[in-house]
């Protein structure tokens, strides 16, 4: 159990946000949050993001978010860990508040890739691999995907329509989420249909990029217990690491970094996976969301795909997961993406997830993965 | 006073490393520093470094530099500040290792430039400036300094020849520093006929960008007691931000954001600027060592420039700074730039400064700067 707690989130829509700029985006988040904590009060400001430098020539994030956002003088940096960007960057939060050398420190990760979709994107994203060895034969993250999938289905006997189910389960959330970028439902057989990506990758396979922005506020529990009435305790809070490059894996199918960090939360939280009332995976891939499943410990090793199958992982099943969407329907906003998930997962601790409800919610796991999983953070929020 | 304490430094030569790639940069400045701790326990890495998705196609640089220095699975995460990167990222190991979460932390800004020299890497600095505001126009980090070097002159009435004493005593001590990108003495009169960059900017008004990379690893100071002869105390640690744009300051010639993490930093310690007794400064234009050295209290307002000409940031002088040549002799690799100071700085307190020892130093500071200093990072540190 950590020191820290979350009194105040925020997020925009995800959606194509062709008028609104990059410290726009963050700053309607950043607002959303000071407004839900009640305070203007920020010592240190820790930005998500992993395009800026590429789609909008604009780094040194941490400081333009915090003037722009009223916060001018403050400290404030940017983190990057790819599409882990937003689950490191509230991990740093954690860090700082729990060493006493920061008081009350806000999170917000922020993605803007709308205007530079297409190759430009696909060439930045990219950059999440490994540059010497995989980006310059062409690889891209679908790519890396269909690598992964096909594997998925070739070692464990299983067929392109045993992944619907991820997909199916985030655009029934996604629907009922008004922030969501999808909301469409998505039937079995429209999956079954989609056009290729990355053969198997399937454009319902693949969460889709887009702008957006979520932030956080955290603080010491016993300060945040004065402040608001809901604060979320971060029971645990980890992070590790794997290869870059899927070749450098002795075990391409086994998400070492996502279990890693995952036991380490656990532990830290006292909990094991069959406490865990929600889990917002990282469903960039459908296979990337069966292999966390059982990275985590809550399916057995190539049987993570039952779960979505089986019905397991709806707002009433065994685990839920992507309850507002996920990565798949809420939408990929890649260094905002980890910030998100901590706020669904916040809300739906303080019974504040509306019609993504899930009933009876008091121990919810977030994790953010970047790219093949090389980076993964796992975060373990409660209620008591 | 923190309770951190860097048990091993290391770093490499700055300069044009055309067949040494940005991974293997980072691990020789890694691997001598883990010889210097005798230890290869390390709980967490933070990599400084501002263009390594822009210039090398890689980011999430946590991962990989973890990975290839050994130390897979591994917590690693990338820290962006512009050339502010490796100050923060050091930043973020102290507020590690105080939380008491993580016992041992690696820090190592990397960066390489050098292919990509010229037109893609002066854009990709540029990413430090407001690029809605200011790079949208054409404003260079060059011209950024130009702006500020000519507003200083016009409002203290000073000359281009009055900031040659930067200058020259960088190349004085860089002269002495094997590691140093230029190691030739610099006269006064080859400054004044330097050709120009952005006028009144000439080339040796401004540092050179290069590629290279330094490490430190820090512990908790009873631990450090234990394991190295040597332990350097951080007595203080801060960081603050301000306005990106120079357009958006009230005072264009007032380093807030520096004078604001000094003064948190110099409090923290329990110092005052006269019991400083080497100042490794972020001189990437002269103008900003003069700039720096006034927002940090070593010199009145619009007086900083008169330390240089009256030979006080000499090694023997009221003030030394830019012992080992700082970012205009030993080079300005940007995102590394900043653990260079801090590798320095223990050096010189260690007492193993080689040529470029300061005498009897026992309290030094270093002060990274991102953009126009946008982001100010300063850090004490001391020996007993």
Redesign the interface.
């Known amino acids: 159990m950590?020191n820290v707690s979350i009194i105040g989130v925020g997020q925009t829509k995800v959606k194509e946000h062709w008028d609104t700029?990059l410290?726009h985006l963050a700053w309607y988040a950043i607002e959303a949050a000071l407004d839900d904590a009640h305070t203007t009060d920020i010592d240190?400001v820790f930005v998500g993001n992993?395009?800026?430098?590429?789609l909008?020539?604009?780094?040194?994030?941490?400081?333009?978010v915090?003037?722009f956002a009223g916060l001018?003088?403050?400290?404030?940096?940017?983190?990057?860990?790819?599409d882990a960007s937003g689950g490191?960057a509230f991990?740093?939060a954690?860090?700082?508040v729990?060493?006493?050398?920061?008081q009350t420190a806000l999170v917000v990760g922020v993605e803007k890739m709308t205007e530079e979709m297409g190759a430009p994107a696909t060439?930045?994203l990219?950059?999440?691999?490994?540059?010497?060895y995989e980006?310059i034969h062409g690889l891209t993250l679908a790519g890396m995907g269909a690598l992964l999938m096909r594997r998925y289905m070739h070692e464990y006997g299983v067929d392109v329509s045993d992944f619907a189910g991820f997909s199916v389960n985030a655009h029934a959330n996604g629907a009922l989420n008004p922030l969501a970028m999808y909301r469409n439902r998505l039937k079995p057989e429209r999956f079954a249909a989609a056009p290729q990506v990355a053969e198997p990758v399937s454009l319902f396979d693949m969460a889709p990029g887009g702008d957006g922005a979520a932030a956080v506020i955290v603080t010491r529990h016993e300060r945040a217990l004065d402040m608001v009435p809901q604060p979320v305790r971060v029971a645990g809070?980890?992070?590790?690491?794997?290869?870059?490059a899927l070749h450098?894996r002795k075990d391409v199918l086994w998400l070492?970094?996502a279990e890693?960090s995952a036991k380490q939360a656990m532990i830290q939280a006292g909990i094991s996976p069959e406490d865990v009332d929600l889990f917002e995976l990282h469903d960039s891939f459908t296979v990337m969301a069966a292999l966390s499943l059982e990275a985590c410990g809550f399916a057995a090793r190539g049987e993570g795909w039952r779960l979505a199958r089986d019905g397991e992982i709806g707002r009433n099943g065994r685990i839920p997961v992507s309850t507002f969407g996920g990565l798949k329907a809420r939408g990929n906003p890649a260094g905002a993406t980890g910030v998100y998930q901590i706020v669904e997962v916040a809300l739906q601790l303080r019974g504040q997830a509306g019609d993504c409800q899930v009933p009876d919610a008091r121990i919810g796991m977030a994790q953010n993965l970047?790219?093949s999983g090389?980076?993964a953070v796992t975060h373990i929020l409660r209620v008591d």
């Open positions: 950590t700029s410290r240190a992993m395009l800026g430098g590429e909008s020539k604009q780094n040194h994030l941490g400081a333009l915090a003037d001018r003088g403050v400290e404030a940096i940017r983190i990057e860990a790819a490191a991990r740093q954690v860090l700082a729990e060493s006493g050398l920061v060439a930045a990219s950059t999440a691999l490994d540059a010497d980006t809070s980890a992070l590790a690491t794997d290869t870059l450098d070492a970094a890693r970047g790219g090389a980076t």
